[in-house]
C-alpha cells in the first residue's frame, strides 16, 4: 500500500514537472565539430525552437570518437528535457563498427522527431582533371590506391557513402578520416585531398561558388536546386542511393509529455517556410515526424548499415 502511494506521489509530480516544462535553457548537444550539417542544422532551428518552447536552446558541440562522446554525454543525461541531442546517421552505424560503445542506439536514448534528411553529393578539389562519375571511374581505375577521399571519421556517413560507391565500381582509394566533416572540407577546399562525399548542407555553398567539382548526387532524383548535377545512379553506377538524416533524441525515459512537448516545438522549426526554404536551397527536405516513425527509421538503418558494413570488410575497432 505504502509503496503504491509513492509510485502515485512520483507520478503526479513527474505529470507536473513536465507540464511546467521548460523553466530554463535547453543544451542541444551536436556529436559532431562545428561547420557540419549536424552543426548547421542545430543552428538553423535553434531559434524557432526557443520560440516554441519559451526558453533559449543553447547549441552546444562535443565531437569526437566519431559522435561518441556527445550521444553518449546525452544517454547519461537526467532524462528531463534540459539535454537532448541533434542525433545522426552514425547512431545506426556505430554498432557495427566499434567494438565497445558506452551506451544502446535504440534502448538509450527517446526519439523525438527527424529534423532533415538530405543526400550526399561525391565532389572533388577542381584540380583534379575529370569531370564526371564516368570520366572519375575511368581515371581512378588506372591509378588504383593513387587517389585518396576524405571523411568526417571511420563509420561515418560519409565514409559509408564512399565505401559503397567504391564497392559497386570496383574502385581502391585511399580513406582519410578527419574528427570531423569540417576539417575534412577544409582540406578539400584547400587541395590536401581529392574526393569527399559530403551532405548538401556542407558542400552546396562551395559547389556554388566553384570552389568544389560535384560529379553527382546520391539520391534516386536529381535536386530541384541544382538539376544540372545528375545522381550518381544515373552516371555509371546504377541503383546507387545514399541518404543521410539529422533529427532530435533525448535520453531514454524521458517523461512523454516533454517528449510530446519537444516534438511539437521541432515541427514548428521545421514547417515554418523560412526555415524550409533555407534548407531546400541546400538541397535538404525538412521531416517533422513522429517518434514511432523515427524510431522506424533508426531500425531500419541499423540493418541497412550492418549489411554494408559487413560487405566493405570494414572491421569493429
Known amino acids: 500500500m505504502l509503496c503504491a502511494l509513492i509510485a502515485c506521489v512520483v507520478a503526479a ?58 550521444m553518449d554525454h546525452v544517454a547519461r543525461a537526467t532524462p528531463n528535457g534540459y539535454t537532448v541531442a541533434m542525433g545522426v546517421g552514425s547512431l545506426a552505424i556505430n554498432p557495427h ?15 523525438v522527431s527527424q529534423v532533415v534528411v538530405l543526400p550526399n553529393i561525391l565532389v572533388s578539389h577542381p584540380s583534379l ?10 581515371f581512378a581505375r588506372t591509378r588504383p590506391l593513387q587517389l585518396n577521399f576524405a571523411s568526417a571519421g571511420v563509420g561515418s556517413s560519409a565514409h559509408l ?15 582519410v578520416p578527419y574528427k570531423g566533416l569540417g576539417p575534412a572540407l577544409v582540406d578539400l577546399v584547400s587541395g590536401h585531398v581529392h574526393l569527399m562525399m559530403a551532405n548538401t548542407l556542407v558542400v552546396m555553398p562551395h559547389i556554388k561558388d566553384t570552389r568544389l567539382r560535384a560529379y553527382g548526387v546520391t539520391s534516386v ?15 555509371g553506377v546504377p541503383g546507387y542511393e545514399v541518404g543521410q538524416w539529422f ?21 514548428h522549426a521545421v514547417k515554418d517556410p523560412d526555415i524550409k526554404d533555407r534548407f531546400m536551397r541546400e538541397g535538404a ?15 531500419a538503418d541499423l540493418k541497412k548499415w550492418g ?11
Open 247 to 267: 533529427g532530435i533524441v533525448a535520453p531514454a525515459n524521458t517523461p512523454q509529455d516533454i517528449i510530446a512537448k519537444l516534438h511539437a516545438g521541432t515541427v
Open 161 to 175: 557513402a564512399m565505401e559503397l560507391f567504391l564497392s559497386m565500381t570496383g574502385l581502391r582509394m585511399v580513406h
Open 221 to 235: 532524383k536529381r535536386l530541384a536546386v541544382t538539376p544540372d548535377i545528375p545522381t550518381i545512379a544515373e552516371t
Open 285 to 299: 527536405e525538412t521531416i517533422g515526424n513522429t517518434p514511432r516513425e523515427f524510431s522506424a527509421v533508426i531500425g
Open 97 to 111: 563498427i566499434m567494438k565497445k560503445i558506452p551506451f544502446d542506439a535504440v534502448k538509450d536514448f527517446a526519439p
Open 129 to 138: 582533371p575529370v569531370r564526371s562519375v564516368r570520366e572519375l571511374t575511368a
Open 13 to 70: 509530480s513527474t505529470a507536473a514537472y513536465a507540464q511546467d516544462y521548460p523553466t530554463k535553457p535547453v543544451r542541444l548537444i551536436v556529436p559532431a565539430a562545428p561547420g557540419g550539417g549536424a552543426d548547421i542544422a542545430a543552428r538553423v532551428i535553434a531559434p524557432k525552437l526557443s520560440e516554441y518552447l519559451g526558453q533559449q536552446v543553447v547549441v552546444e558541440n562535443r565531437a569526437g570518437a566519431g559522435t561518441i562522446i556527445g
Open 307 to 317: 549489411k554494408v558494413i559487413k560487405d566493405a570488410g570494414i572491421k569493429p575497432e
